[in-house]
């Protein structure tokens, strides 16, 4: 069974930090999926944070390019995102989520395409 545990979500001020991480159980070949970061907020649809391909190719949205790095750690397994400057509008429930991807360097994005779903960890960003 595959899952994807997320962790590191919490409460920040306006300009802070948060450093989120997403384990992932064995059941599927790692190397062979694209790796995202979604987020929610209430009454939003989900939408694309930070993804990387299997080369380490990487697609942010327009509002975190810039504050936001995605990495993984192939090892491990793990994926990581490094959120700085952050603001209130980052407020959000964030989703670590895999894509199956027969491209090394090209990712679906949509949310349609994801194979597999951690829980969520939640971000609140205050003004």
């Known amino acids: 069974q595959v899952q994807l545990v997320e962790s590191g979500g919490g409460s920040v001020q306006a300009g802070g930090s948060l450093r989120l991480s997403c384990t992932t159980t064995?059941?599927?070949?790692?190397?062979?999926?694209?790796m995202s970061w979604f987020r929610q907020a209430p009454g939003k649809e989900r939408e694309q944070v930070a993804t990387m391909a299997r080369d380490g190719t990487t697609t942010y949205a327009d509002s975190t390019k810039g504050r936001f790095t995605i990495s993984r750690d192939n090892a491990k397994k793990s994926l990581y995102l490094q959120m700085n400057s952050l603001k209130p509008e980052d407020t959000a429930m964030y989703y670590c989520?895999?894509?199956?991807?027969?491209?090394?360097?090209?990712?679906?994005?949509?949310?349609?395409?994801?194979?597999?779903w951690g829980q969520g960890t939640q971000v609140t960003v205050s003004s």
């Open positions: 989520a895999a894509t199956f991807s027969s491209s090394a360097s090209w990712c679906n994005l949509s949310s349609r395409a994801v194979s597999y």
């Open positions: 064995s059941g599927y070949t790692w190397s062979n999926y694209c």
